[in-house]
């Protein structure tokens, strides 16, 4: 059975014919075979590094590259630290983050704790 129909689309109008077929009528449709994505590679560790040279507020304060919870603080006031090493881990959808000092110095203040919630671009830690 054929039914004719009034379509108006971005202001154009069009006749349009629609026939009901019956369900024997159509092809047989399959999926399409789509090799599975590959498995993420996760650190020994596991736990990811955020990036590893973290984003720098000013030369010497180092801030959150993504929003999340402050789960350990590995650092303290007047520590001196080298590049590369862990400063704060960061949790962020069930998967944590380490964000390093991206540079060798002497941790001059830190202003955050296990528990925080912070925001992307929040400042961590300041370097001297």
Sequence with gaps: MKRHFQVTVNGETFQVEVEE???SAWPPVSPA???PPAAASIPRS???AADPTPPLQ???TITAPLPGTVVEVRVEPGQRVT???VLVIIEAMKMENEIPAP???VVREVLVEAGTTVSSGQPLVTMA
């Design 21 to 23: 077929r019956p369900e």
């Design 33 to 35: 075979m789509v090799a």
């Design 46 to 48: 596991g736990r990811l």
């Design 58 to 60: 000013d030369n010497r």
């Design 83 to 85: 590049a590369g090493q």
């Design 103 to 105: 540079a060798g110095g």
